[in-house]
């Protein structure tokens, strides 16, 4: 069955086409046949031979490069397992030196693959100098990768090539500048091993690489590298070199790491120059930072002066931070002014920091937040409803209200009063005939609605006027009252008539007299 198989792939890789294949790789029938022929036949000088036909002579046209470093790789990997360490290394170098015919045989030059095998091979079984000759030659043909770079350096560390260690650095970085990804990785190594080789021997030269690393670094990277930085300056340099590295990070790092760079400051200039030394880089942070950090900067400043006994100075960075903390966000920041007031001032200052606190609160009544800003540690504010409001005014006034009083809708009548009255509604109506029957004459119409009046309004005007019930009494008594004699005039109840002068008419009565 062995046989069968491999003269089969035999005739495939006669057969196959490398640019029509579509089910896989062509380089996929050259290595199961030599493994067929190395493990079951046990022909090593036979799948030795394959291989050379393959790689060598070019027999197969294969279309990718990868196929073929396959190959390649597969030729270099036999040599190693029978122990011919020599061939195999030959194999290697000659693989990645380019000198070749095909276009795919070309490209084995930059095929990572056989790369990272010749550097194994380099530093296993190679001199010193035959592996800075591969490293450099991946290096000028810009087929390596960052970690190449950091290999590169390691073996030259390791054989105490120190300086030709950083120099495999600086090639690196000319490759991988910022901001890749590898640069990074880089630089952090690269200042990491000079220190850690020269220490503060060389401090000019480690100022160099500092400053060229944090001229080149994005904001968003540049932390760590300060912190290095400052950490030197510290230990090897001058502090106050050290606290202008802290004043240029916090001023170079992004928003986001500002709040903790500002900290850092603070806490190295208390440490080296005294408490009264972090006033400015206080205020400069108040400036610089959004409102949320800038209001815990704020309750810190004021924790310092409070501990200098300083209880005005911290007052005054209590009110100037207060316009930054929204107590419906910022509880903490309000409480912590509580606690001052009631420790340190009096009743006069007290009352003023519930009034800025009022006034805080109406400036961010229009700020609206939603659920995710808000955050689950912020208190749920609650709308106020009419009532509450009341009771809370009256509290804060000192002032009783009964509650029995409800306030109206303007224009309505409540039902509760709609009912009580109807209940005395035939009184009402009984007191207006008798009434009408004493009076009686032209001044009836005026003691009937006087009565009408007083005997609504006889609990003493508290009350509201119905509109509805004394238009259904005035239908009522209309119909109830006895109609007058009616006569040629127009009778007007509770008005008296008089006649019309004939002056007034001219001479319009007069013409119509006579003509009558």
Known sequence: EADMAASALEESLKAVDARKCVNGSPSTLVLTLVDILEHKQKDVAEARNVLERICSKDEYDFADSEDLAQCHAAW?????????????????????????????????????????????????????????????????????????????????????????????????????????????????????????????SKTPRARELFDRCLGECPPEESPEFYLLYGDYEETHGLTKRALRVYERMCASVPPSEKYAAYRLYIAKAIQYLGVTSARPIYESAISSLEDGPASRICLEYAKMETGLRESDRARTVLVYGAQLADPRRDPDYWKAWHEFEVSHGNEETFREMLRVKRSVAAAFSTVNYNAAEMGGGVPKVDTLTEEAALEMIAEREGVEIDSRKKPLIGGFVSGKKRTADAADLGEVERRAARLRQVAGGDGGGAAESSAAAAAVGGDGGDDEIDIDDIDGNEDEEEEQAPSPPMTNAKSVRGVSEKAIPTAVFGGITASGDGES
């Open 76 to 200: 270099v990997e036999l040599e190693l397992r029978q122990e011919n360490w020599d061939m195999a290394l030959n194999l290697a170098r000659r693989a990645t030196s380019g000198k070749k015919v095909s276009k795919a045989a070309r490209g084995l030059s930059r095929s990572l693959r056989l790369w990272n095998l010749l550097f194994d091979l380099e530093e296993s079984l190679g001199t010193v100098q035959t592996t800075k000759d591969a490293y450099d030659r991946a290096l000028e043909l810009k087929v390596a990768t960052p970690s190449h770079a950091l290999n590169y350096a390691s073996f030259l560390k390791d054989k105490k090539y120190f300086e030709e260690s950083f120099a495999a650095y600086e090639r690196g970085l000319g490759l991988f500048p910022f901001p890749h990804a590898g640069g990074i990785l880089l630089w952090k190594n690269y200042l990491t091993e000079f220190l850690e080789r020269y220490a503060g």
